[in-house]
C-alpha cells in the first residue's frame, strides 16, 4: 500500500513538472521546425523531386514487357500454330517477351537527370527559405510574450509603489498634511493601474495563444515560455558595414540560389527541347512463342497397300493406256504435340535497330525552343530582381537595426531622466509640497517610459537577429 501511494505521488509529481514545463525560444524553434505544416509540404516537394530523379534515372535502363494470352475457339477458327482453318474446338495459349533500349535521343535522357537533381536542389533551398521565415515568425511571436511579461512586472511593480502611497496619503490625510481629494486622486491611479495590470495580463494569454498556434500546440492552458536570460547579446554583427551583409546574404541566402536553379531549370528545358530536333535510335529485341491443343491431319503410306495404279496418260495414234505406279497414302489424326515440346517448336525471335529522323513537325519543335527561350531570359531577369530585392531588404533590415538601437539608446536615457523626476515628485509629494494629481503624472511617465524601453529592448533583440540570417547564421543557432 505504501509502495502504491510513492509510485502514484512521484507519477503526479512528473506530470506536474509536464504541465508546468516552460519553452525556451529554442525548444519552440526547434518544434516548429518539425512539425509546421508549410515545412512538412516543403519536405513531400522533395520526395517529389527525388521520384522524379528515380524517372530520369529509369530512362537509362532497358524496358521490358511481358505478355501472355489463352483463348478457346469453337467452330471455323484458325489454328496458330498451324495458320490453317479449322472447324473445331481447341484451347491456344501464347506468351511474349519485348525489350527495348533508347541508344540515342538527342541527349534528351541526360538533360533529364540533370534536370531532375537540379529540380532537387531547388526544393531543398525552398524548404531552407520556409524554415527560416518560420524560424523568424516563431522568434517574434516569442518575444511578444515577453515583451507582454516585461511590461506586466513594471505595471505590478509600479502599483506596489501606488499602494504604498496610498497608505502614506492615508497617514498625511488623517493628520491633516494633505486634503482629501489626494488621497482619491492616488486611489484613482491605483485603479487605472489595476486595469493596465488586467490589460496585460489579457495580452501575454493572446500572445501565448498565438505563440501556441503558431507551433501547433493545442493545450493552450499549459502552455508557457521561460521569459528570464533573454537580454541583448553583444553581436558583431551590428557593428558590420552594410556591404558585407549584403554579399554575405547574397551568398547564402535561400531567395538567390532558387532563383538560380530557377535560371538553370530553364537552360536544361532550352536543351531538352533542342534535342528533339535530333535523330533518335533505338533497339529492340522481342520473343515469342505459342501452344494449341488440336489435333492434326498427318498423311502416311498405307501399309495393307503401299501402292496403287493410276492412268497417267495414252499413247499418241495407238490410244494405249500409259500407267504408273504411285505411294498410297492415308490422312490418319495425330494428338497435339506435349505443352513445353510446342514452345519450343513455335517460338520465334525478332531484333533490329529503329532510326527516327525529325523533318517537320507543324512547327511544334520550334516554337517550343522558342518558348524555352522565353522562359531562360524571363529567369535571368527573376533572378536579378531577386538580387536588387535582397539588397534592398537587407539595406532596409539594416536601418531598421540602427534605428532600433537608437530608439533602445534614447529609452534608457528617458527611463534614467524619469525616474529622477519621479523621485524628486515623489519627495516633494511625501512631504506636501506638490499634490496628488501632479505626482500621478510624474508616475505616469515613469511607467511609460519603462514600457518604451521594454518595446525598444525586444524590438532592438528582433532585427539584429534578423540581420544575423542574412548573414548566413542558421536560424537554430541564433542566440539572445
Known sequence: ?????????????VLAQGQNKKWTLKECVQYALENNISVKQSELDIELAEIDKLNA???????????????????????????????????????????????????????ELQRADISKLASQYRLDRMKDDISLFVANGYLAVILNKANLEVF??????????????????????????????????????QQSIINAENSIQISLISLAQLLLIKD???????????????????????????????ESRSEIKIAEQDVELANIDLKIAKGANLPTLSAFFGYNTRFANTTSFESRLDPNNPTTTRQIGVVEGTGQAVVSQFQNTILSEVAADPFINQL?????????????????????????????????????????QVELDLESTVYQAYVDAQ????????????????????????????????????????????????????????????KLKVLELYFGVPATELKF
Open 1 to 13: 500500500m505504501k509502495k502504491s501511494i510513492i509510485i502514484i505521488i512521484l507519477l503526479l509529481g
Open 57 to 111: 534515372l529509369g530512362n537509362f535502363v532497358p524496358s521490358v514487357n511481358l505478355g501472355s494470352g489463352v483463348s478457346e475457339n469453337t467452330g471455323l477458327s484458325f489454328n496458330p500454330v498451324t495458320n490453317n482453318a479449322q472447324t473445331t474446338t481447341f484451347l491456344s495459349a501464347s506468351g511474349n517477351i519485348n525489350i527495348g533500349y533508347t541508344i540515342f535521343d538527342g541527349l534528351r535522357n541526360i538533360r
Open 156 to 193: 505590478k511593480s509600479q502599483n506596489e509603489v501606488t499602494k504604498e502611497q496610498i497608505e502614506r496619503t492615508q497617514e498625511l490625510v488623517d493628520a491633516g498634511v494633505l486634503p482629501r481629494g489626494d488621497l482619491l486622486e492616488i486611489k484613482a491611479t491605483d485603479a487605472s493601474e
Open 220 to 250: 493552450y492552458e499549459n502552455f508557457d515560455i521561460e521569459d528570464e536570460g533573454y537580454d541583448i547579446v553583444d553581436s558583431v554583427i551590428a557593428d558590420k558595414k552594410v556591404s558585407e551583409l549584403i554579399t554575405a546574404a547574397k
Open 344 to 384: 519450343y517448336q513455335n517460338d520465334g525471335i525478332g531484333y533490329g535497330l529503329q532510326l527516327n529522323i525529325p523533318i517537320l513537325n507543324g512547327f511544334n519543335t520550334r516554337g517550343n525552343i522558342q518558348r524555352n527561350k522565353v522562359n531562360l531570359e524571363r529567369s535571368k531577369f527573376q533572378l536579378e
Open 403 to 462: 534605428g532600433s538601437f537608437k530608439s533602445y539608446e534614447a529609452a534608457k536615457v528617458a527611463v534614467e531622466s524619469q525616474e529622477l523626476a519621479y523621485d524628486y515628485a515623489k519627495e516633494r509629494y511625501d512631504v506636501g509640497l506638490t499634490n496628488a494629481f501632479d505626482f500621478s503624472q510624474s508616475k505616469l511617465r515613469f511607467d511609460n517610459a519603462n514600457i518604451e524601453l521594454n518595446r525598444a529592448k525586444y524590438d532592438y533583440i528582433f
